[in-house]
T-cell receptor, first 110, second 115 residues
Framework: EDKVVQSPLSLVVHEGDTVTLNCSYE??????LLWYKQEKKAPTFLFML????IEKKSGRLSSILDKKELFSILNITATQTGDSAVYLC??????????FGKGTHLIIQP | DTAVSQTPKYLVTQMGNDKSIKCEQN?????MYWYKQDSKKFLKIMFS???????INETVPNRFSPKSPDKAHLNLHINSLELGDSAVYFC??????????????FGPGTRLTVT
């Protein structure tokens, strides 16, 4: 059975701090790992990582995949209150969908 | 404009009832899914449906059944609702994977409350 584990499960930091969210995976026939952000409604896509060692970047967010050690990290620099959300990591091998971790609940305090 | 839509957004019903949630996508995707999210935000796949092939998560009770009238629709029917079915149900769709994991496009969710 595919397994995705995220840590920490919750995190409270102050505005301006840098955070690192972790995701490890054990997936049969691994293809990619995806990060999503969920605020009050549906998860929204952040990154898809397929190749090891290549950083994906979007503004203050960046992510990288290590296929040897089977993990990924999501970094957020200069955090803002709008970054407060649940961050979900998911992985899978094909058309049977993604297996998600339990998410990291991130709270940014002003 | 809505890519993946679900109805209703909220559903409150009593134990033992039968209910359906509808999902439609206008993205032209071939694969659709149902996910259940519990109160702790854990998102778990229930079904995926691709070209009439249904893949079922073995932990899903057989009271839950997906029905797909066509490629753009995947409805979820639930029989004999139980308290533990209370959750947010997300429909999603994905384009062809091209050798990668599917990128999911989620609907807005349906919050089901069973009393």
């Amino acid at each position: 059975e595919d397994k995705v584990v995220q840590s920490p499960l919750s995190l409270v930091v102050h505005e301006g701090d840098t955070v690192t969210l972790n995701c490890s995976y054990e997936v049969t026939n691994f293809r990619s790992l995806l990060w999503y952000k969920q605020e009050k409604k549906a998860p929204t896509f952040l990154f898809m990582l397929t190749s090891s060692g290549i950083e994906k970047k979007s503004g203050r967010l960046s992510s990288i995949l290590d296929k040897k050690e089977l993990f990924s990290i999501l970094n957020i620099t200069a955090t803002q209150t709008g970054d407060s959300a649940v961050y979900l990591c998911g992985s899978g091998g094909g058309a049977d969908g993604l297996t998600f971790g339990k998410g990291t609940h991130l709270i940014i305090q002003p | 404009d809505t890519a993946v839509s679900q109805t209703p957004k909220y559903l409150v019903t009593q134990m033992g009832n039968d209910k359906s949630i509808k999902c439609e996508q206008n993205l032209g995707h071939d694969t659709m899914y149902w996910y259940k999210q519990d109160s702790k935000k854990f998102l778990k796949i229930m079904f995926s449906y691709n070209n009439k092939e249904l893949i079922i998560n073995e932990t899903v009770p057989n009271r839950f059944s997906p029905k797909s009238p066509d490629k753009a629709h995947l409805n979820l029917h639930i029989n004999s609702l139980e308290l533990g079915d209370s959750a947010v149900y997300f429909c999603a769709s994905s384009p062809p994977t091209s050798g990668r994991a599917p990128r999911l496009y989620f609907g807005p969710g349906t919050r089901l409350t069973v009393t």
